[in-house]
């Protein structure tokens, strides 16, 4: 690997007459034996320009001073100054094609194009491949890298059909490589609109193919046949998937009329045969690799012959602050318009700035368009609409393009709103991925980053993120605990959660993403987890005894249904209640004493409200405040738990005032419908929603500076009710930071949640 140390040494064996001295000798002997491949002639690299037939014959050439200089570089570099690290990222690129590495990964956010041009120049036998043919227009107009003999500019797809012709070639760069993977998938998928056919032939088929199940990669040929399907596409998967049953899958996708869809899960075979092999060295470019494993597993790369390049993203956490609020799930387009007050406050905010808003969906895009009445905005329909952004004052582009390969830095946009998460458009592929490689949150996690890097260009620049879909908090959220592919320098930008993983307080109160607790609630497992059960007694303590219709087993638990269809639970023994109001209060003194600062000489209850207006009434966590409050008369407090602080009961200052869907109820779990028939899921409350649903009662409390407010719930899955009653209490006059959540339970999350 190059070092910045050796640079001079090098370039003074290059620019003037040196002896070859043992120690050079000995440096030689070191490169080779780190080589990671055989080519060891081929790699040493020829600083002028040779004939195709003396590199076929593999010359070598001995000289140290024929190896490529920074001067070289320089000359070969496109523009007359470089960026930061473009110049040492080069000079290792350098080093690892003459090391003998057979494919080099640069994951960095800089110039990637200026660098790729610079290789090309220098070794004058390159293809280049980009995401698609706007981005690949680019590369002939900006460095004028026309087709032939030397150059062959093309893109991810169209590359097969044109490399078939080419000879090999020193080089293949293939950019914007983390969207490598989908596009060459889908250049080999095969769609069969099964509307094109007649219903009596599809139906003679000897297995019903809209079947859901998985099936072997044999039917689905022998359904080819079935149809008589027989053109050059056709005949190209057929062959492949007779050469490599094993790397392919088919499944029945119902919208657009329904069709069947042929696609490889694996790709290494198909790289290697049509398009890898078409180069000595191939380098794979992207801001965005994230996870250098998995990137060259799914490509099917040998990691022992891969070098690593990587340089941080010029992205700074004090310029790009991300606001994140899980505002609502945005699957539904109808979702949007309980987004659009918070879209209408964020271009008030900014309304002397450019911004854009990413929709993802064209219906996304037309409620925007329809709902919001505001002349600023633009929407994305072609590159005329892009060239007429860059030239306005204060516009928003509306756009459910992901503008891949688009820079827009500083005053081009200064902020943007994600509306939608991004996803693959077919995701069917990854319930086949191996379980262990999180290849779909892999997926997700580029997409989103890729977004962020849009309006970052450099380390001086800035551009606010408001993040609107739930379902980002959701991928954020899991990314931290599970998988670890979003970037610190991200993780480092969001303002409203803290990421800092999962920290320990004291002996048993720990703190994640912001909220402090007790115990791990296992919600698939609590049958077998005593105080996941107990908890589930606690939160109906006092409840009254009502007849109910049926039962359901969920989860492994025994769910109790009244005749209103209300969930209903065994009554909580008062050892229960008890026990949790003592936990409870040993954990108010552990944060009084070692978290709330000193100035703080009182501490305000609060309860989070239960879902429905009825059961928010004789919520159990209020009555808990109400014990420790009676605790606190008694001077209990403080003799038997050792909180000094005043105790102060505000459990029924945020009270809800209109219904909405059980968290518990939503999504994980199935809600009562008709126990005879069916069951029937709710989605789960969206922020917005809580804190529409939720008043805050008026209180001069909340503006006194020696007052700490701790919102305590019984079980935090998401906190997404508990982040509503924060911004309410903010929005009444409390201080931010005098802001505490507390859960005596925080949902355990598993991989498929």
Not at 208 to 237: A, P, Q, T, W, Y
Request: charged share 30%; aromatic share 10%.
């Amino acid at each position: 690997m190059f070092r910045q140390n050796q640079d001079m040494i090098r370039s003074n064996y290059i620019c003037e007459s040196y002896d070859k001295s043992d120690k050079c000798e000995i440096e030689k002997q070191e490169i080779n034996k780190e080589a990671k491949t055989d080519f060891s002639s081929e790699s040493q690299i020829i600083k002028t320009e040779q004939s195709r037939s003396i590199v076929e014959k593999e010359s070598k050439v001995n000289s140290e001073t024929d190896k490529i200089s920074q001067e070289t570089i320089k000359e070969n570099f496109p523009f007359p100054t470089f960026l930061k690290d473009q110049l040492e990222i080069l000079t290792e690129m350098v080093d690892a094609i003459e090391e003998g590495y057979k494919y080099i990964i640069l994951e960095s956010g800089v110039g990637k194009s200026a660098i790729a041009a610079t290789l090309a120049n220098i070794y004058k036998s390159s293809f280049i491949l980009s995401d698609n043919e706007k981005l690949q227009e680019k590369y002939h107009e900006e460095y004028d890298l026309i087709n032939n003999d030397k150059f062959h500019v093309s893109n991810h797809s169209d590359a097969f059909n044109e490399f078939e012709k080419l000879d090999k070639r020193k080089l293949l760069i293939v950019d914007d490589a983390h969207k490598f993977d989908e596009n060459i998938a889908d250049f080999f998928s095969y769609k069969i609109h099964l509307s094109a056919f007649d219903d009596e032939l599809i139906d003679s088929f000897y297995c019903d193919v809209r079947n859901k199940e998985k099936k072997e990669i044999d039917v689905g040929l022998d359904f080819i046949n079935h149809l008589s399907l027989d053109d050059e596409m056709v005949n190209l998967i057929k062959y492949n998937i007779e050469e490599n049953p094993d790397d392919w899958i088919w499944f029945y996708d119902k919208y657009y009329g329904g069709m069947i869809i042929f696609k490889p899960l694996n790709l290494e075979n198909i790289l290697k045969k049509y398009l890898l092999n078409k180069a000595e060295i191939c380098i794979f470019m992207s801001s965005t690799i994230l996870n250098k494993e998995i990137f060259a597993d799914e490509l099917g790369l040998d990691i022992s012959e891969v070098k690593f390049i990587h340089k941080d993203f010029p992205f700074s956490s004090d310029t790009n602050q991300i606001y994140l609020r899980n505002c609502a799930d945005m699957k539904n387009f109808k979702k949007v318009k309980l987004v659009i007050p918070f879209i209408e406050d964020i271009l008030e905010k900014h309304k002397n700035e450019k911004g854009i808003i990413h929709t993802d969906k064209p219906e996304y895009t037309s409620c925007i368009e329809n709902q919001i009445n505001n002349p600023r905005l633009m929407i994305h329909i072609d590159d005329d609409d892009l060239k007429e952004f860059k030239n306005s004052s204060n516009s928003v582009l509306v756009s459910e393009d992901r503008v891949e390969g688009m820079d827009f830095p500083k005053d081009s946009c200064r902020f943007q709103i994600i509306l939608r998460q991004h996803l693959i458009p077919n995701d069917e592929i990854a319930k086949y991925k191996d379980n262990e490689s999180n290849w779909y949150s892999y997926k997700k996690a580029i997409y989103f980053v890729q977004l962020l890097q849009r309006a970052a260009r450099s380390e001086d620049d800035g551009c606010i993120t408001y993040i609107l879909d739930e379902r980002i908090l959701t991928t954020i959220r899991k990314d931290i605990m599970d998988y670890h592919f979003i970037p610190d320098y991200i993780l480092d930008s969001i303002e409203d959660m803290d990421v800092g993983g999962c920290e320990l307080i004291s002996d048993n109160i720990k703190k994640q993403l912001g909220v402090y607790y007790l115990f791990d609630y296992y919600s698939k497992n609590h049958k077998e987890d005593e105080l996941s059960n107990k908890v589930l007694h606690y939160k109906s303590y006092g409840a009254d005894k009502t007849d109910y219709t049926g039962q359901i087993d969920c989860s492994g638990g025994v769910i109790n249904f009244g005749s209103d269809g209300q969930m209903l639970r065994k009554l909580c023994p008062d050892d229960d209640f008890d026990y949790f109001n003592n936990e409870l209060m040993k954990a108010i003194s552990v944060l009084s004493n070692q978290v709330i600062p000193n100035n703080i000489s009182k501490l305000a209850l609060v309860s989070v409200p239960s879902s429905t207006v009825e059961r928010d009434a004789g919520a159990t966590m209020r009555k808990s405040i109400k014990c420790i409050e009676n605790w606190y008369d008694e001077g209990k407090t403080e003799t038997e738990f050792g909180c000094k602080k005043e105790i102060i009961n505000c459990g029924n200052l945020l009270t809800r005032i209109s219904d909405v869907n059980t968290s518990h109820l939503s999504k994980t779990q199935p809600m009562f419908y008709d126990v005879t028939t069916s069951y029937k899921y709710k989605s789960r409350p969206s922020y917005i929603e809580h804190k529409n649903s939720i008043e805050c009662s008026k209180s001069e409390i909340l503006e006194r500076d020696d007052v700490a407010f701790i919102i305590l719930d019984d079980i935090s899955t998401r906190g997404t009710v508990m982040d509503a009653c924060e911004d309410i209490l903010i929005d009444n006059g409390a201080n931010k930071e005098n802001i505490y959540k507390f859960a005596l339970f925080k949902t355990k999350w598993c991989n498929n949640d």
